[in-house]
């Protein structure tokens, strides 16, 4: 079943048993799929699908950041809860022992020497972790491996 199939029915499945904070978070989600279908004229894979629940995931950490330092903890709280749902239908993200293989095999495949070659390393990581590794644990991994 892809994720948007998924999506489909949980909110089928929160519509019969009165869960309106994940059927109003399962909306959102549908509709920003659909946004972006409707823009691009594109059917969405499982792989773009991940990129726009993790798009929305971070969206929703610097609200909360921003709402903490207002001192707006109601709020904060309301995007906490909208992080669970999203999550859900993201796939667990690798541990750094698996990401530091993977940074190791690109290393060897693209021949990378230094810091220099960060650029260089990042596209074929990028291919090969997106959606399944914070990209931004990623590079910070990859620079450290390459500073020594």
């Known amino acids: 079943m892809s994720l948007k199939q998924r999506l489909t029915e949980d909110m089928k499945a929160a519509m019969k048993s009165g869960d309106k904070q994940s059927l109003g978070v399962i909306r959102l989600i549908n509709a920003a799929l659909k946004q972006k279908e409707v823009d691009e004229r594109i059917e969405l894979d499982d792989t773009a699908v991940i990129a726009i629940l993790d798009k929305m995931v971070k969206q929703r950490r610097d609200s909360v950041t921003q709402y903490e330092t207002a001192a707006r903890e109601d709020l904060a709280q309301i995007e906490r809860d909208e992080i669970v749902v999203i999550e859900r239908y993201i ?33 074929p990581l990028k291919a090969k972790l997106a959606g399944k590794a914070d990209m931004g644990q990623v590079s910070a991994l990859t620079k450290k491996r390459l500073a020594g």
């Open 91 to 123: 796939p667990a993200k690798m541990g750094e022992a698996e990401i530091l293989a993977v940074i190791e095999q690109a290393i060897a495949e693209v021949g990378a020497t230094g810091p220099a070659d960060l650029g260089k390393l990042m596209g």
